[in-house]
C-alpha cells in the first residue's frame, strides 16, 4: 500500500478553511497527496459575526464536516501540542502527523496584558463561547435588574464597559445598544439607566481606519447612547469596577475586554523565527523563514505589504486571500510552476454598528472607493458574510446551503 504524502493544515479559520479546500481542489488528480486539516472546534466560525452572537445568539458556526463532505480532507479534532519544524512533525493529543508540507494558520488569542484583576473578571470576545457566555450573561442580567430595588445597585448592574476602541469593541456596543432598548421594554427596566461605555487608548475609535469614517462612527454610536473615553486604558480590574489610566474609576458589574490580541505560543515553540506580536516572519511567498515547506497566513503570520512596507493587519479578508495563495504556492512548489509573491489586496470596510445600520467603502478600479452609511452599509455587511459563505460553496464544489 502506497504511503501518502500529506498536506497539513493548522486551525479552520477563515485562511485555514480556505487553504485547506483549495488544496482539495487542486491536487484532485493527485491522489498520492492527503490533505489534512486539525483544529480544536468540530465547526468553522464566522469570526466577523460574533458581536451579534454575543447579543442576539445569532447562529455564526458552520460544522467542519459539512464543509468537508467528499473532499479530499481528513478532519483531526483537538489540539495541536507541538510543532517539530525539522522533522517535519505536527503533535497532537491524540496522536502525530507527519507532514511534507504544512500550513499554519492558527488565529489568534485574548491579549490581557497582565492588567490586574481583568483575566478573572472579565468577559474575552474571541470565541464562540465567549459569545454564547456574554448573550447568557446580558440574559440573566436583565431580569437581575427589573427585581433590584435599589436605582445605584440597578445603574451598577446596567452599566456595561468595553475596553477597546477597536473594530470588535465598536461593533459589540453598537448591537448592544440596540439589544438594552429591548431589554429594557421587556424588563420593564429604565432605559436611561443603561449605560454603555467604551474605553479606548487612541484618540479616536477604529485608529486604523480613515479619520473621517472614524469620525462617522464616533457619531452614530453617540446617537446610540454609546458613551466614549479616548486616550485612557483599563489597568485595573475587580468583580465591582474599572480602574482607568486617567485615575476614574467606573463601577461595572460588566466588562467586555476586547483590547488586544496574541499569536498562539506554539508558532514561538516551534522554533520557527517570530516577529512583532509573537508572528511567525513569512517571505513575500508566505513560507516561514529558513522553511521553505512551512507556509503561514493569517494572524500567525508577519506578511509584510511590498507597497508599504508594513505589517498586512490581521483581518478575514486578508485571512482569506493567503489561504488561496498559500495553497496555490504549494501546488506550483510540487508541480514545478511558478510560486506567486503575496501583494494584499484592500477590497474595502465595513463596520456594523446595529442590526440595520453600517459604516463602510468598497475599492473601486482607478483608485477610487465608494462609502456606505445606515442601511445600505449594512446591506454591503450582509453581502460580504454571504460572499464568505458562497465561496466556501463554491471551494467545496457543494451548493446546498449549509
Known amino acids: 500500500m502506497e504511503v501518502k504524502k500529506n498536506i497539513v493544515v493548522i486551525g479552520a479559520g477563515y485562511g485555514g478553511i480556505t487553504a485547506a479546500l ?18 480544536r472546534n468540530p465547526y468553522h466560525t464566522l469570526k466577523t459575526q460574533l458581536h451579534e452572537a454575543a447579543v442576539r445568539k445569532t447562529e455564526i458556526s458552520i460544522p467542519i464536516d459539512r464543509i468537508i463532505q467528499r473532499q479530499n480532507i481528513v478532519f483531526h479534532p483537538g489540539e ?47 470565541t464562540l463561547r465567549d459569545a454564547h457566555l456574554i448573550c447568557d450573561y446580558i440574559g440573566q442580567l436583565c431580569m437581575r435588574a427589573a427585581s433590584e430595588p435599589v436605582e445605584e445597585r440597578r445603574r451598577d448592574m446596567l452599566r456595561f464597559v468595553i475596553g477597546g476602541g477597536g473594530l470588535s469593541g465598536v461593533e459589540f456596543a453598537a448591537e448592544l445598544a440596540d439589544h438594552a432598548a429591548q431589554c429594557t421594554r421587556n424588563s420593564r427596566v429604565d432605559p436611561r439607566e443603561v449605560e454603555i461605555i467604551i474605553v479606548g487608548p487612541g484618540s479616536r475609535v477604529v485608529p486604523r481606519m480613515d479619520e473621517s469614517f472614524a469620525t462617522r462612527i464616533h457619531k452614530k454610536l453617540l446617537e446610540k447612547g454609546v458613551k466614549i473615553i479616548p486616550r485612557s486604558k483599563i489597568i485595573g480590574r475587580t468583580p465591582d469596577a474599572a480602574t482607568l489610566s486617567s485615575g476614574e474609576v467606573l463601577k461595572t458589574k460588566t466588562l467586555i475586554w476586547t483590547g488586544g490580541i ?16 509573537g508572528r511567525i516572519v513569512v517571505d513575500e511567498f508566505l513560507r516561514a523563514e529558513g522553511y521553505p515547506f512551512i507556509y503561514a497566513i493569517g494572524d500567525s503570520a508577519l506578511a509584510i505589504n511590498p507597497y508599504t512596507k508594513e505589517p498586512v493587519p490581521a483581518a478575514a479578508q486578508f485571512a482569506l486571500q493567503q489561504g488561496r495563495l498559500a495553497a496555490y504556492n504549494i501546488y506550483t512548489d510540487i508541480s514545478g510552476g511558478v510560486r506567486k509573491p503575496y501583494h494584499p489586496k484592500v477590497l474595502g470596510e465595513v463596520v456594523s454598528l446595529g442590526r440595520h445600520l453600517a459604516v463602510g467603502w468598497l475599492a473601486l478600479p482607478f483608485l477610487k472607493k465608494i462609502t456606505f452609511v445606515g442601511f445600505l452599509g449594512s446591506l454591503l455587511k450582509t453581502a460580504i458574510q454571504e460572499k464568505h459563505i458562497f465561496l466556501l460553496r ?3 464544489r457543494k451548493w446546498i446551503t449549509y
Open 80 to 126: 495541536v501540542t507541538r510543532i517539530d519544524s525539522n522533522e517535519r512533525i505536527v503533535h497532537m493529543e491524540s496522536g502525530s502527523l507527519s507532514f511534507n508540507y504544512l500550513i499554519i494558520a492558527l488565529g489568534s488569542q485574548v491579549n490581557f496584558y497582565n492588567i490586574p484583576g481583568l483575566q478573572e473578571n472579565s468577559f474575552p470576545l474571541q
Open 262 to 277: 496574541r499569536v498562539s505560543e506554539l508558532a514561538r515553540e516551534s522554533g520557527l523565527k517570530i516577529g512583532e506580536s
Open 22 to 39: 483549495r488544496l482539495a481542489r487542486l491536487f484532485r488528480q493527485h491522489p498520492e497527496y492527503q490533505i489534512h486539516l486539525i483544529d
Open 394 to 396: 463554491k471551494e467545496s
